[in-house]
């Protein structure tokens, strides 16, 4: 099994774009991060939703206790005020370094040795012409599930 079909074309990130531009990149194509490119287009990072809304929105305290919090925090809850104005921030404050690539082409086996190896579960597929899309893991598992004749 290759990739080439499972790879999910998206938008990239620059520098200046919003949270709320990546947000709804990521939702728009059902992944959960984005290559961070420079102006020669070149992938220097990534945005992760789930980085963002760590940096953002939870306090390290209660993620230190998460454990320990009950369900009604209504006295913690984030407003409505505060969510716009995370989506307003641009999202150079929230790329992480890390990146991990993968030509379009690999077997499934291979990007799914490097998730484990980088515990992600998602990969950028870039080609000697450039950036192709995410690769993740969802997109495995229905890929096994197509040739192993199953419904999807």
């Known amino acids: 099994m290759k990739l080439t079909n499972i790879v999910i074309a998206t938008k990239v990130v620059t520098y200046g774009s919003t949270v709320a531009e990546a947000f709804s990149e990521c939702v728009r194509c059902n992944v959960l991060g984005l290559p961070f490119v420079d102006s020669d287009g070149r992938i220097r990072g990534r945005f992760s939703i789930g ?85 993740n893991v969802r997109g495995i598992a229905r890929r096994m599930l197509e040739v192993g004749g199953f419904d999807v």
């Open 51 to 135: 980085h963002t809304i760590k940096l953002a929105c939870v306090p390290e305290m209660m993620i230190l206790n998460a454990d320990l919090l009950g369900d009604e925090l209504s006295s913690l809850m984030m407003p409505d005020q505060q969510a716009g104005e995370v989506l307003r921030l641009p999202v150079d404050n929230f790329i992480l370094g890390e990146v991990v690539t993968i030509h379009s082409s690999s077997p499934c086996v291979k990007a799914a040795a490097l998730m484990q190896k980088h515990r992600t579960t998602y990969l950028f597929a870039v080609d000697d012409d450039g950036y192709k899309g995410v690769v």
